[in-house]
């Protein structure tokens, strides 16, 4: 249903927007133009190296085709030229970033998919592509990762994923579930991002 | 000596408690539902993780078995809901901490020893499986790791593991041997929590 | 050109000198004797790790001799040891880690190189070998990763990678290529050090 030159596109977008997430979190932290790249990188490929090396599926993506790090490193540096001259709104980055989120997760889901494994594998997979490399980011940062307390992220590529899944056991072809569960995941993190709904926090009283 | 039940129980006790261990310092930080889970099974399966990816055992644990998953999970949340009526002695968690460490430690060696590795390689599996989901906790979190310099706890997991090794090598069956280097564990771990023993602290002037 | 052992001093020479590195920061931040080599081993060995858990090169070498760990735990005692008597100046510390970046750098191209990838992937892995090793050890210590934002350090291992891989595809015998390029690394980084030359920051306003 779709066409793998629009599922390229999206991979290579979603490698694009979070190396600009990354590029642009590394920037407020005044690192260096290398450190800027590096942290560009890791946030763009993190997720799916951190599932490939859980789920022993080698060559790892970016190993194979290094087109991954020149698309990251080249949105990395496009994104701070525009920003001398016009400053990108929050908001905008945000939605890109959520398309990025809803491709990566179901890119996830279909390489655990593919390798055999079971529903539970395949969401946790889908979770770690789309969240693992803004982990990291966090981490090298030394924020404490957003997506532990930030507007609805990580559950809504678990809610869009699992839909996916459902979908696909209900008998609808994967193409048409894809969409639908891409689309999930994009509208419950822009809800998130316009209307600022978070998931409840868990706090313990030392 | 040791049942295969026995030994299953005490897998999934120490993923319990992990996770517990992991949910609560998450939940100190206020993360959200999320994001305590995640701390909570990354706590609890990432020091095996780690250790499977370092010694290519695959497939990794929770990936063929996804009942670690809910059990870290479900004690994740019980751990939570329990603490809203009654709250836990923090020493009572640290015991709990001390039997997951004694049984990882030792499952650590067992695995590295399955594979063919030597004395040095099982005892550094051992203290990885007992200790490096905590630092990641610790990391995610954005704290120095406890363990780097709090009162005996690595030192415990290579002390129980190296008895456990010198008693197979001396002739002991394994069972024994098992039992006897947990306990060790168990007992040094125990005198540093409720004596306060820590090991020197290697300081530096500027 | 060079021969097996000369390549075996430096193997072992740059992994002292990381593990020193390590142990020095990790006691700066109060850490026990057992955290201090922990943090000694994982600067040391780990950007190698990382290399070979990307490439999916086993058995990662320290588990398949683990002379690296003792080379590493006994640089690391030893500096503890001599600097109760006699404070070793940063420079003298910082011209040694010159050295082994000079060294790991290559090795990790070396490594890609012999496992039949590309230029880039060759570059990447000599960069990773050479610094990911101080960056995990900037994070366990709850650091932002200093190679990050220092003056010349990644850039003088790509540099100096890609001088070797041009000098290589030009003719020259690997052995001089590789001498020419470790030296290229050592100098751009000792003028880093010695004049305070850094890379340009990439700033964001907020």
Known sequence: MLSTSVLTFLDFFGTAVFAISGALTAGRKQFDIFGVLVV????????????????????????????????????????????????????????????????????????????????????????????????????????IPLVMHKEVYAVAALAGGGLYLLLVYLGLNDGSAMIIGMLAILVLRLIGIYKGLSIPVLSVRD
């Open 40 to 143: 560009a990188l890791i946030t763009a490929i993190g997720g799916g190296t951190l599932r490939d090396l859980v789920l022993n599926a080698h060559p790892i993506a970016w190993v194979e085709n290094t087109a991954y790090l020149y698309v990251g490193m080249g949105a990395a540096l496009s994104a701070f030229l525009v920003m001398r001259f016009y400053p990108i709104p929050q908001k905008a980055l945000d939605t890109c970033d959520a398309v990025g989120l809803a491709f990566f997760a179901m890119a996830g889901i279909q390489k655990a998919q593919a390798l055999g494994h079971g529903t539970e594998i395949c969401l946790i997979m889908g979770i770690m592509t789309g969240v693992a490399g803004g982990v990291l980011r966090d981490i090298i940062c030394n924020d």
